[in-house]
């Protein structure tokens, strides 16, 4: 099972044939043959939104991002994601390492689902036990 991180769903929706976007569409296409679900999380909605509210032709954006959202499950932040996000947070913490609350906060809500992370930025998921992280 997939969660979609970010990276992943800005390349689907570039514009043309781009590398980053052809490596997408290859990713999630051998995600579909296994049988896997494509989920996100809200936050990666969430960031996606930001991206709509900076962009110059908001309209296009709006609606390239309702349609990459359209086929996907959101995952909510619950419970039993909140504990993982503590976790993972404190014992960074406690190693005096460094993980972006928004990445933690995904990853936890992947982690917590049973779900590994698709993503262009692995570096991003590093030190987050038990996450599985997929990059294309």
């Known amino acids: 099972m997939a969660c979609l991180d970010t990276s992943i769903l800005v390349d689907l929706s570039r ?3 781009t590398e980053l976007r052809r490596r997408a569409r290859e990713k ?20 996606l939104w930001v991206g709509v509210e900076r962009a110059s032709e908001r309209d296009k954006e709006e609606s390239a991002v309702a349609a990459v959202l359209e086929p996907l499950v959101i995952l909510d932040f619950d419970e ?3 504990r993982t996000f503590a976790r993972v947070l404190a014992s960074r913490l406690d190693e005096g390492r460094h ?15 049973g779900q590994s992370i698709v993503t262009r930025n692995s570096k991003h998921f590093d030190g987050i036990p038990g996450l599985r992280v997929e990059t294309y």
């Open 15 to 17: 514009k043309g044939d």
């Open 28 to 47: 999630v296409k051998s995600l579909v043959s296994a049988g896997d679900p494509l989920m996100t999380t809200l936050f990666n909605v969430a960031e």
């Open 80 to 82: 039993r994601a909140a």
């Open 99 to 113: 993980v972006g609350d928004m990445d933690a906060l995904i990853g936890s809500v992947a982690l917590a689902s």
